[in-house]
């Protein structure tokens, strides 16, 4: 049964590989390949970085969905980040997505799922953008094990189109959980 939690706060987009994404009024996701339009959409990997290791490799970073309380968390630190800079797709408030386990289902207004397969692995293009903002991004943890904030990354279980105002609910996997690890 689905846990109701979070609402969408905003939808973003780019068709080209940037650093942000420009906020839109709605995205729509499409089964197996991502969002619509965005640079990122397809089967296989499309992060350059990726693509040139192997460009036969799953895409499992066809969704980027960041919880808002981390644009709170920045500003707090004295840094201006808002929906679409961080180049995600989803910003989301009201849901710790960087709770959930790996597998977990994400159902995202009337139709849309998104299965998360890990963590953004946050990058010197943050510092690039702006310097300082990667301290808040990648921190120690009281282990010394480093705690990725930089939001979630998924793969589109089911089309839909998602927009500002709707509502996002959870379903977690099987026991026993495996925790979200940078993909």
Do not use: Y
Request: aromatic content about 2%; glycine content about 12%; hydrophobic content about 35%.
């Amino acid at each position: 049964m689905p846990r109701p939690n979070g609402t969408i706060l905003a939808v973003a987009s780019s068709d080209h590989h940037g650093f942000s994404k420009a906020l839109q009024t709605e995205i729509r996701l499409l089964e197996g390949l991502g969002v619509e339009g965005d640079a990122h959409m397809g089967e296989t990997v499309k992060h350059r970085s990726r693509v040139r290791v192997d460009p036969t490799q799953p895409n499992l970073r066809q969704v980027h969905l960041i919880h808002s309380e981390l644009f709170d968390e920045a500003a707090g630190k004295g840094f201006s980040v808002k929906a679409g800079d961080l180049g995600e797709n989803i910003t989301t408030s009201g849901i710790d997505l960087l709770s959930l386990p790996t597998g977990t289902l994400l159902r995202i207004g009337a139709t849309a799922e998104v299965t998360l397969t890990g963590l953004r692995n946050p990058c010197q293009q943050i510092n690039d953008w702006q310097p300082g903002l990667l301290s808040v991004m990648l921190v120690k943890g009281d282990d010394g094990g480093l705690i990725r904030k930089a939001g979630v990354m998924g793969i589109v279980r089911a089309g839909g189109v998602v927009k500002p105002g709707d509502r996002i609910s959870f379903i977690l996997p099987p026991e026993p959980h495996k925790p979200l690890e940078r993909v």
